[in-house]
Nanobody, 125 residues
């Protein structure tokens, strides 16, 4: 069973950076995609970025492309989300998730079955 634990959230001013970490356990060859999502109050959870554990290939959604970078450390089974040029609208709870399906440019919560508990990111103007 895949278990995911996020960390690294906090408060930052607009224009700043944060790096989120997702410690994964129970990852096997059947885990084909790991992603980062966020959910702001009153809004639906949205996909941000995904990575294929086997080869590190990544996909990004438009709101974060060019500002956020997903990466992995296979030795420690940790997935990172480097967030630069943060904006107040990036304020949300951030989650990582794992899927047995393949990553694609369309990042949907429906494709992910294992979720972490989330880490809060607050960006002030």
């Amino acid at each position: 069973q895949v278990q995911l634990v996020e960390s690294g959230g906090g408060s930052v001013q607009a224009g700043g950076s944060l790096r989120l970490s997702c410690a994964a356990s129970g990852i096997s060859d059947i885990t084909r995609c790991i992603g980062w999502f966020r959910q702001a109050p009153g809004k639906e959870r949205e996909g941000l970025a995904t990575i294929i554990p086997r080869d590190g290939s990544a996909y990004y959604t438009y709101p974060v492309k060019g500002r956020f970078t997903i990466s992995q450390n296979n030795a420690t089974s940790t997935i990172y989300l480097q967030m630069n040029s943060l904006k107040p609208e990036d304020t949300a709870m951030y989650y990582c998730a794992a899927s047995g399906g393949y990553c694609s440019a369309t990042i949907s919560t429906r494709d992910f079955s294992s979720w972490g508990q989330g880490t809060q990111v607050t960006v002030s103007s």
